[in-house]
């Protein structure tokens, strides 16, 4: 008869919750450099020029690439094909941030799209440049639009690190695999594993509500309170040091 070891969980809990740090590490640095080439592929995608193909082929090759294949194609294909070597964990981040990239430019490429013209127009009346527009006008109202895909996209991130097991990267399921080899309890350290990505899928959501939440009008939500408190302090000190200095 089987016996499940659950006490594993309680012993090993640092060397997991290790994992799920450097699985975010690796995430957070790639969706940095996935908005910025997902906002510069969007731009790409919504012009006139050849560079909208360029952009749609990108998007489209990968969109359908695996997250594994990816890693292996930077990891090793790189190195072979022009000696480049790259450690484990910049491997990580290019591997995400080439597949991401492709997501997120079409988030943002129809958040763009749903920002209403009027804006724009009202702007251009208003005698601002075009590119004053896009930065003060445009872009935030998109951002607000694309931020829940932006958080669901951060977690699928995450879950995306347990395939680079293959390069050797030190995330949950590759910390699972070493510890099921001395201890032989798959079912419990894997139930772990599964249990600490459900987590920390739950809190990026908080977060990313959160965070959209305080983009309302009026702003709502934790952050905003947490904004509005710290403001108030400010204003709060500024004003003491009116009165003594008066």
Do not use: C
Not at 101 to 117: D, N, Q, Y
Not at 130 to 158: C, Y
């Amino acid at each position: 008869m089987t016996t499940y070891d659950w006490s594993l969980i309680g012993d090993n809990w640092r060397l997991l919750l290790d994992g799920l740090v450097v699985a975010l590490q690796v995430s957070i640095v790639a969706l940095l450099i996935s908005l910025v080439a997902g906002l510069l592929l969007a731009l790409m995608r919504l012009s006139k020029g050849p560079q909208r193909w360029i952009a749609a082929a990108y998007i489209n090759i990968f969109r359908g690439v695996p997250a594994l294949v990816s890693v292996i194609w930077v990891y090793f294909g790189v190195s072979l094909a022009f000696g480049i070597n790259f450690t484990v964990f910049q491997a990580g981040v290019i591997a995400l941030s080439l597949l991401y990239s492709a997501f997120l430019a079409e988030i943002f490429r129809s958040s763009l799209s749903a920002v209403p013209a009027a804006l724009t127009e009202a702007g251009q009346a208003l005698g601002m440049r075009r590119s004053r527009i896009f930065v003060s006008v445009v872009l935030p109202q998109a951002t607000k639009i694309a931020l829940p895909n932006i958080g669901s996209m951060f977690i699928g991130m995450v879950k995306d690190t347990s395939t680079f097991t293959v390069i050797g990267l030190l995330e949950v399921v590759r910390v699972t695999q070493n510890l099921v080899s001395t201890t032989f309890q798959p079912f419990v350290l894997y139930t772990a594993a599964a249990a600490i990505y459900v987590l920390a899928a739950f809190a990026i959501d908080f977060l990313f509500r959160a965070l959209e939440s305080s983009t309302t009008s009026p702003p709502a939500g934790s952050i905003a309170r947490l904004l509005r408190s710290r403001e108030r302090a400010r204003i709060e000190e500024i004003a003491a040091r009116h009165t003594e200095a008066s």
